[in-house]
């Protein structure tokens, strides 16, 4: 007779949380092993056993191999199999291996494990249940609410577990009860939805601890315990449970509003969607840290209370310190240092300092609920998102007082004037320069604007500009700069480019949005009033603030060429193109000789810890006469005249040299990341040129990465192959650069010898904003590890970037979250200051 039950599961908590699951039960023993090899010792010679539970943490091809494995012992043979999928495991019910009876996940342990178990090990007196019904893997599959229940008696037989979590009712509140108590549908009878089982989806409410939640539900018929069930589908449209009402939220908050407070907008919307009971808004004077904070808004869904003073709440003067508080179910913990969480007996809480775009701390965001914060991943992006929101907001006023005051704003639009635009202008410029970014400048000219104002007069010119401000405001970023230069002509300047198509998008949407008709009011006829814009990109066209808005100017005349309502981007004359190319190449060939480059270091840094584990070697050109030149200016001419070779030898020596300084130095084992391109693996000697700076300097080969980038061809590079494979064969790393941006992406990872992929910037700064991006990034990553690949994630710039790259399992992280490109003198004074926080508490303790 088999008896006895094995617990597998390498967590101890999760062991013992089955454990106390199974105990008490009547079978005895229970054997709990931590991995196979620990099982097989326990169970040799001992009889069949009654029940075998093992938990997964891996993907598919390791849960398949410990089934596998177990299976093959003597004892679990034949024994009823349930599996435990533990919080991050990436294999998939619907990938579990044959053999298995039952799954379920590791939060449904306490309250389902031994139910799982009787239903995959029935009495003998009772016939055989048929295996788990197949529905249960597609609704579990991805977290969905659902409720089975019988359609001739309406009564609830069974819910997943995202209702009990989402509704705040245990599954003993739900199962037995009728459906209308349950759901109520709004212009069906919820017998009319059972009958027809059609899958439409019916708007309804779904009982929940705080009374009713929104949403639709959809049914569908199923198999259920060898007989018929209809399945209820319910999807909320709580934007703290399901992702597109989180987006709709964020769309709604950010959309520009006319006559209406839209701090206040904002605010209920957070308040209602996120089903919050709290929410304050405070403003601080940065330049005094003495002065009390301004509470602007306060929202509480309850009774009026005695607020505490300022001073005397601890997680605000956190916030305003800088620092963001997220207590998702936990914030009791709170409540002894600060007496706002304990008077209003929140149970969910968070907040999140208000910045401006250097970081100062203007205010803060607080946010609390009586229950625990729905889904983290979708809750916590849309606070931060909202903080940010109201940060912009709060900058803007700031500004716009401090401006008036100065005569720095424009008092018929409210945007800054020509003279508050020209210092940000030269602001933005220095930061350029120091940080390599790129933006472009927008030159907006009105087109026939003295028209309106001769014909319908002054008054009516006003409201246009008016509109127009509107218009361009809402066309653009928050993080972006709108102005109002001279009379009908506006400036733009859009920061962080990435690509220069996206600039293109925007200035195409202006054109759109200027086209719609404009109404004045009374019985006057609709004006349509369309603008001519130029377009100039820093520092491609000029790296500095005179010449580049001259450019923007000129290359807006040519749009008035081109016949008005459209936007031309600056184009240099073939003739002065060709001889700034020239000019450049000339300068260029004595750049080396003349100490003009530099390699500046951007430390990659451990996904999970945050320490350093690498850095990429980055080459900079500092022109005595010219200033910065941007990399993507000068290194297609040193491509074109094949200075790449000579200057890609230098940065690799220079690299290479510094990097060993470090290793002696701190003993850290980093990687450098050096860039190969095109021309250079085509060189038929770059084999002995790698091998020869290696002995030359002494770096280990291991720590020495070689980044090609995925748009170079395979085809149009023949010794390619061969000669990354001979990379290899030194020692070398190789890293496949800007990742997703090519089309031979599979290609690459199938033929090439790559340790490394880097998923491209475009894509990670696409995180919360664009879902395909994220859905790429996302296989990317899951491609690479299945390819036994490891992953770096370039343009991580937010909090948002870390949090998804983390939940996604991302090994390593580069951008400005963390640093930005460094010189040398710098990155060495990084590095000793990391050294001295690891060495100075055990000094102390010495």
């Known amino acids: 007779m088999s008896t006895g039950i094995l617990v597998v599961a390498a967590q101890r908590e999760l062991r013992r949380n089955v454990f106390d699951a199974l105990d008490g039960e009547g079978h005895s023993p229970i054997h709990t092993a931590r991995g196979v090899p620990h099982a097989e010792l326990l169970l040799d010679g001992r009889p069949p056993l009654a029940l075998v539970v093992v938990v997964l943490e891996g993907d598919a091809s390791e849960a398949r191999g410990h089934c596998e494995q177990l299976r093959r012992i003597p004892a679990c043979a034949e024994a009823p199999m349930i599996v435990v999928l533990a919080d991050g495991a990436t294999v998939k019910p619907a990938q579990l291996p044959p053999g298995v009876s039952d799954w379920l996940y590791a939060s449904q342990v306490g309250a389902e494990l031994v139910a799982r178990w009787r239903r995959a090990s029935p009495p003998a007196a009772l016939p055989v249940q048929p295996a788990p019904d197949q529905y249960r893997f597609a609704f579990d599959e991805d977290g969905s609410e659902w409720l089975v229940v019988d359609p001739q008696t309406e009564q609830v037989l069974e819910t997943s577990p995202a209702v009990a979590l989402h509704s705040q009712l245990a599954a003993g509140q739900m199962v037995g009860r009728s459906l209308h108590e349950l759901i109520a549908f709004e212009g069906v009878a919820a017998e009319h939805v059972l009958q027809q089982a059609d899958r439409r989806w019916h708007a309804c409410q779904r009982r929940s601890n705080r009374g009713a939640d929104t949403g639709q539900a959809s049914a569908r018929r199923i198999r259920y315990g060898g007989g018929e069930a209809v399945a209820l589908m319910f999807r909320s449209d709580r934007a703290d449970v ?139 992006p849309v606070l931060r998102c909202a903080a940010a929101r109201f940060a912009h907001a709060l900058e803007l006023r700031l500004t716009r007082e401090q401006g008036r005051a100065e005569g720095l704003i424009d008092a018929l639009t409210g945007l800054p004037n020509r003279l508050l635009f020209n210092d940000r202008l030269d602001t933005i410029i220095r930061e350029a320069h120091r940080t390599g970014e790129t933006f472009a400048v927008l030159f907006v000219d009105l087109d026939r604007f003295k028209d309106i104002n001769d014909s319908l007069g002054h008054a009516a010119g006003d409201q246009v500009l008016k509109t127009v401000t509107h218009r361009l405001c809402s066309s653009v970023r928050a993080s972006d700069t709108v102005a109002r230069y001279a009379g009908d002509e506006f400036v733009v300047v859009l920061r962080h480019i990435i690509k220069s198509d996206d600039v293109l998008r925007v200035a195409e949407k202006i054109v759109q949005v200027m086209e719609a008709p404009l109404k004045l009011g009374g019985d006057a006829a609709p004006l349509k009033v369309t603008a001519s814009i130029g377009v100039s990109f820093f520092p491609d066209d000029a790296s500095d603030a005179e010449t580049l808005l001259k450019h923007a100017d000129e290359a807006m005349y040519a749009a008035k060429r081109q016949g008005r309502n459209n936007f031309q981007i600056y184009q240099i004359s073939p003739e002065r193109a060709q001889q700034h190319d020239v000019l450049l190449k000339s300068r260029l060939r004595h750049a080396e000789g003349n100490g003009e480059l530099r390699v500046f270091y951007q430390p990659q840094v451990d996904a999970a810890s945050e320490d350093i584990v690498g850095m990429e070697a980055l080459v900079r050109w500092e022109h005595p006469e010219l200033g910065q030149i941007s990399p993507g200016v000068f290194i297609p001419l040193a491509e074109e005249s094949g200075l790449i070779v000579s200057i890609g030898a230098w940065v690799m020596r220079t690299a290479c040299r510094q990097a060993r300084e470090w290793e002696d130095k701190y003993g850290l084992g980093l990687r450098l990341g050096v860039n190969l391109s095109a021309v250079q693996l085509m060189e038929p000697d770059l084999l002995d040129t790698v091998a020869g700076v290696l002995r030359e300097t002494g770096l280990n080969p291991r720590q020495l990465e070689l980044e090609v980038t995925e748009s170079i061809s395979i085809k149009a590079v023949p010794n390619l192959v061969e000669n990354l494979h001979g990379l290899h064969r030194l020692g070398c790393r190789i890293a496949i650069d800007d990742f997703g941006t090519g089309a031979a992406s599979l290609d690459y990872l199938r033929k090439l010898p790559a340790d490394r992929i880097k998923i491209d910037q475009s894509f990670v700064r696409n995180i919360g904003i664009d879902p395909d991006d994220e859905a790429i990034v996302r296989a990317t990553i899951e491609m690479a590890h299945r390819l036994k690949r490891a992953v770096i994630a370039e343009g991580v710039e937010i909090e948002q970037h870390l949090a998804f790259l983390r939940a996604n399992h991302c090994d390593e992280l580069q951008g400005y979250l963390f640093c930005r490109p460094l010189p040398h003198a710098s990155f060495d004074r990084l590095l000793a200051e990391r050294q001295r926080l690891l060495t100075e508490p055990q000094a102390n303790v010495a």
């Not at 509003?257 to 405070?282: F, H, I, M, N």
């Open 242 to 380: 399901r992702a597109e009402a989180a987006l709709s939220l964020l769309s709604r908050m950010f959309a520009p509003a006319s006559g209406v407070d839209t701090q206040k907008v904002a605010a209920r919307l957070l308040v209602d969607e996120l089903g919050l009971d709290y929410l304050a808004l405070w403003a601080a004077r940065p330049e005094d840290r003495n002065s009390t904070p301004a509470l602007l808004m306060q929202l509480w869904r309850g009774d009026s209370q005695p607020w505490p003073a300022p001073d005397k709440q601890l997680a605000l003067r956190q916030v305003l310190g800088g620092k963001a508080l997220l207590h998702p179910s936990e914030a009791r913990r709170l409540a002894k240092g600060d007496p706002l969480v304990e008077l209003l007996g929140l149970s969910g809480f968070a907040g999140f300092p208000l910045h401006d775009e250097r970081r100062t701390v203007l205010g803060a965001l607080l946010v609390g609920s009586r229950r625990p914060f729905g889904e983290m991943t979708l809750v916590e």
